[in-house]
Nanobody
Framework: QVHLVETGGGSVQPGDSLRLSCTAS????????MGWFRQVPGKEREFVAA????????YYEDSVKGRFKISRENYKHTIYLQMNSLQSEDSAIYYC?????????????????WGQGTQVIVSS
């Protein structure tokens, strides 16, 4: 069984920062890339960022490049998302995802596992 839990969401003002964390419990042989998606009401879930199992490769959606940074405990299943210069359009439920492969693009394309999400609200 694979279980992912996100923490770190909250309510902030435009320009503020947040750091999200996700820890996945996985079988001993697992070696998953991991990443973050977000979803707002009435819209499809969208990819945000992903990182390889080794931590050596990352992949970002264009709108967050330069503002967000994904990182992980290399070769482990804990990841982070540092979000800076937050704007109202970043408000969403943020979901942690894992797998199916080791690389970031496999996560971005079709994750194998999902967390329950953590809410980020950016408003003045």
């Amino acid at each position: 069984q694979v279980h992912l839990v996100e923490t770190g969401g909250g309510s902030v003002q435009p320009g503020d920062s947040l750091r999200l964390s996700c820890t996945a419990s996985v079988p001993p042989s697992s070696a998953y890339g991991m990443g973050w998606f977000r979803q707002v009401p009435g819209k499809e879930r969208e990819f945000v960022a992903a990182i390889s199992y080794s931590g050596g490769s990352t992949y970002y959606e264009d709108s967050v490049k330069g503002r967000f940074k994904i990182s992980r405990e290399n070769y482990k299943h804990t990841i982070y998302l540092q979000m800076n210069s937050l704007q109202s359009e970043d408000s969403a439920i943020y979901y942690c995802a894992a797998g199916p492969g080791r690389g970031p693009t496999s996560v971005a394309g079709m994750p194998a596992y999902w967390g329950q999400g953590t809410q980020v609200i950016v408003s003045s």
